[in-house]
């Protein structure tokens, strides 16, 4: 019994605080990340991010038959926004889609630049000179609670620690079918993530430790990540090493600061170590991303910026298959063309097949401007 509730509030817990995200949420940097910026995603999916006074765009998006698809499928989005960047009409034929106006504009909400403390339904934020430092979720129906404590060091975010209830573990249920508030018991906040970062003088990550509990009861993800810069303070590489591992009833009363993980029972096949190396052109533009684990995946991109107005992004991507022990091996290819706003227009990507190109999917965005 005591499990299926565990299971069923953390479920809840996940759910309302997703629903809690109407607030960008402070996150430790990943510079191994900043290669997919060129993927150009948000711009697509977004037209808050292009550049320049947008006045409406329509995208068309098309999946194209291939070695993955079998048949033409083709969807169409229109956004019309104001000068000001903010949408306010939103129309799609993707019946799948449940994007909204207000989830598009969030990008637009003021940052707080002062001490405040700002409160929507259940869900409270605490800032200090404009940074968030706690937030905490309340939700009696499900019997969660929530808390991030947020620390910072030189400007820069220092640490982020996850508090969470298991709650209600003991309730009554009304005629009504409600729950009775009185009989709530929720127990001190347990830790549910614990994060630690170390940065060096220039304000850059240089390690990170994470460990995220599991819904399995009396198990932890750890993750460990070190990072490199060249002299030019480019980020370089990054080594990163996975593990879950079984607690001890000791470790559960402490703060997870004070584990000590690698004496600890660990859950086979969870281990894994993973290697990204970028490399730069002579105008500091990322031209490759390549990354690699001990299981034998492995993701190359190279990229070719022929002018302002396109690049050529190729991949070369290897999964391996546990069960067949082979390695698939799979090429592909990224066209983009960009307007004189170096906003992407047109994106269209390849499949590779015995060194033929063979079209999968094409993005075209057609932008007006005020």
């Not at 470790?251 to 584990?259: E, M, N, T, V």
């Not at 000590?260 to 281990?271: E, H, Q, R």
Request: contains cysteine; glycine residues 2%; proline residues 3%.
């Amino acid at each position: 019994m005591y499990n299926y509730l565990y299971i069923t509030l953390f479920v809840l817990c996940c759910i309302y605080t997703s629903n809690a995200q109407t607030r960008d949420f402070p996150t430790f940097p990943s510079p191994q990340n900043d290669f997919y910026k060129l993927l150009d995603e948000k711009k697509v999916l977004n037209p808050i991010y292009l550049k320049g006074p947008v006045r409406d765009v329509n995208r068309t998006y098309i999946l194209h038959i291939s070695p993955d698809n079998e048949e033409v499928y083709m969807t169409n989005y229109f956004y019309r926004l104001k000068r000001d960047k903010e949408i306010t009409e939103y129309i799609t034929n993707d019946r799948y889609d449940d994007t909204t106006i207000p989830y598009l504009n969030q990008a637009l909400r003021p940052a707080v630049q002062h001490d405040t403390i700002i409160k929507e339904d259940f869900y409270t934020y605490m800032y200090t000179d404009g940074k968030l430092m706690k937030y905490m979720a309340y939700d009696v129906d499900g019997g969660t609670r929530d808390s991030i404590v947020y620390t910072y060091k030189k400007d820069h975010l220092h640490t982020r620690t996850h508090y969470r209830s298991q709650g209600a573990i003991d309730v009554v249920f009304l005629e009504n079918g409600e729950i009775d508030d009185s009989t709530m018991y929720f127990p001190e906040f347990s830790i549910y993530a614990y994060d630690k970062a170390r940065y060096n003088k220039k304000g850059q990550i240089r390690s990170l430790k994470q460990y995220e509990f599991t819904v399995e009861n009396d198990l932890v993800d750890g993750y460990q990540y070190s990072y490199n810069y060249d002299d030019k303070g480019r980020f370089e590489s990054i080594e990163a090493i996975s593990n879950r591992y079984f607690l001890t009833f000791k470790q559960l009363r402490k703060h997870p600061k004070k584990w000590k993980l690698k004496n600890n029972d660990t859950v086979d096949g969870m281990y894994l170590e993973t290697i990204v190396n970028v490399s730069y052109d002579i105008e500091d533009n990322i031209q490759t991303y390549v990354k690699t684990d001990s299981n034998k995946n492995r993701e190359s991109y190279n990229v070719t910026y022929s002018n302002y107005f396109d690049k050529v992004i190729q991949v070369a991507r290897d999964d391996y298959d546990q069960y067949n022990d082979v390695l698939i091996h799979r090429d592909l290819m990224y066209e983009y063309v960009y307007d004189e706003h170096h906003n992407p227009t047109d994106i269209t990507s390849y499949i590779i097949v015995d060194g033929e190109k063979i079209l999968d999917k094409s993005t075209r965005l057609q932008i007006s401007y005020y």
